[in-house]
Nanobody, 124 residues
Framework: QVQLVESGGGLVQAGGSLRLSCVAS????????MGWFRQAPGKGREFVAT????????DYADSVKGRFTVSRESAKNTVYLAMNSLKPEDTAVYYC?????????????????WGQGTQVTVSS
């Protein structure tokens, strides 16, 4: 089993920045693909970013490309999501996800493990 705990959410003005963290515990961290998803009020959960087990491959949703950066620090069992130039439409609960496979994709149902989420609110 893998446990994921997110932190770093909060309230920020449009144009501001936040950095989310996700700490993994349980099974060996380095073999997992990690990802970030978000769910806005009244909407389904959507893909934001993913990072490969080595950290060498990343992918982003078009809506966040150029503004968000995903990274991981295996020694600390932690994955980060740096969010810049935030917009009100980025307001959502952000979830960390993990899977034992090397490539998982963007479909929510394909990911095995989920954190509890952290709220990000961007005011206009």
């Amino acid at each position: 089993q893998v446990q994921l705990v997110e932190s770093g959410g909060g309230l920020v003005q449009a144009g501001g920045s936040l950095r989310l963290s996700c700490v993994a515990s349980g099974r060996t961290f380095s073999i997992y693909t990690m990802g970030w998803f978000r769910q806005a009020p009244g909407k389904g959960r959507e893909f934001v970013a993913t990072i490969s087990w080595s950290g060498g491959s990343t992918d982003y949703a078009d809506s966040v490309k150029g503004r968000f950066t995903v990274s991981r620090e295996s020694a600390k069992n932690t994955v980060y999501l740096a969010m810049n130039s935030l917009k009100p439409e980025d307001t959502a609960v952000y979830y960390c996800a993990a899977d034992r496979r090397g490539s998982v994709g963007t479909v929510v149902g394909a990911w095995a493990y989920w954190g509890q989420g952290t709220q990000v609110t961007v005011s206009s």
